[in-house]
Nanobody
Framework: QVQLVESGGGLVQAGGSLRLSCVAS????????MGWFRQAPGKEREFVAA????????YYADSVKGRATISRNNAMNTVYLQMNSLKPEDTAVYYC???????????????WGQGTQVTVSS
């Protein structure tokens, strides 16, 4: 089992930036992929970005491409999501998740954090 704890959310004005962090513990070696997802009120959970622990391959949703950067610190078992040029439509609860499969499909991620709220004001 992998335990995930997110932090870094908050209230920011449109155009601003935030960096989210996700610390992984437990059997982290059993999950090779870390992803960020988000869920806005009344909407489905959607993929934001993913990264491989080994190699650092990344993938982004079109909605955040060019504005988001996912990175990892293997020594600290931590994954980051830097979000720039934030828009009101980025407002959501952001979750990090772990998977053994390189995918954007949420159901393939079997460990989830509790989420951190990001609110972007216009």
């Amino acid at each position: 089992q992998v335990q995930l704890v997110e932090s870094g959310g908050g209230l920011v004005q449109a155009g601003g930036s935030l960096r989210l962090s996700c610390v992984a513990s437990g059997r982290t070696f059993s999950r090779s992929v870390m992803g960020w997802f988000r869920q806005a009120p009344g909407k489905e959970r959607e993929f934001v970005a993913a990264i491989k622990w080994k190699g650092g391959n990344t993938y982004y949703a079109d909605s955040v491409k060019g504005r988001a950067t996912i990175s990892r610190n293997n020594a600290m078992n931590t994954v980051y999501l830097q979000m720039n040029s934030l828009k009101p439509e980025d407002t959501a609860v952001y979750y990090c998740a772990a998977s053994s499969v390189w995918t954007i499909v949420a159901t393939a991620y079997d460990s989830w954090g509790q989420g951190t709220q990001v609110t972007v004001s216009s």
